[in-house]
């Protein structure tokens, strides 16, 4: 792809279509075209679109989007432990322990001991976090509907089959990942 180039100073043409590849006469260096790598849009979209439900809650209940996260999390699934909450979001064991201690100082959350294994604290929403819970899940849904409305309900299904299909593929890959680095 490279090609002979009307300015000499100008930089060598990428092997990706349209990408700078350096400076001039220096090294070349591999290079991702962000607008069609998965991950990358994956992230910006997410973020994009957290941000946008955030600034609901967050003006009016002074959440962070971590925090919101371990609310919904518990909100549907009561009873997990901070480590179960950070696996099932993905997000940092830290930042959820974290917002976790924050959400308990506020009142929000109330942690116990698990029944069986006394050793074990599980959280869930305490009267005042399912208040909060109860206004903030139906505006989340509403966003999501406007969200979805220009997306046909054939769409949609193919778009969540999809979701699971990478969900699946991601975690089959990260698994072969950490088998051939051991």
């Known amino acids: 792809m490279n090609r002979p180039q009307s300015d000499p100073d100008a930089a060598p ?24 790598f998965l991950p990358y849009r994956l992230s910006v979209l997410s973020n994009r679109v957290s941000s946008a439900i955030a600034r609901v809650y967050s003006e009016r209940f ?11 999390v518990l909100g549907r699934y009561p009873g997990l432990s901070a480590n179960e909450v950070a696996q099932r979001t993905a997000m940092d064991k830290v930042a959820v322990s974290r917002a ?3 959400l308990i100082e506020a009142g929000r959350l109330e942690r116990d001991t698990h029944d069986d294994d006394r050793r ?7 009267l005042d976090g399912y208040k909060i ?6 505006m989340a849904l509403a966003f999501e509907q406007r969200l979805l409305v220009g997306i046909e309900a054939p769409e949609r299904e193919a778009l969540f089959r999809l979701l699971d299909r990478l969900d699946e593929l991601e975690m089959q890959a990260e698994a072969e990942m950490a ?3 051991r």
């Open 13 to 36: 043409e990428s092997p990706v279509a349209g990408a700078p590849a350096g400076k001039p006469g220096g090294p070349r260096h591999a290079e991702l075209d962000l607008e069609h």
């Open 62 to 72: 002074a959440l962070s989007v971590t925090e919101w996260r371990v609310m919904a």
């Open 100 to 102: 976790v201690a924050r």
């Open 120 to 126: 074990r604290s599980v959280l869930q929403l305490s």
């Open 133 to 138: 819970y109860d206004e903030v899940a139906p």
């Open 179 to 181: 088998a051939t680095t």
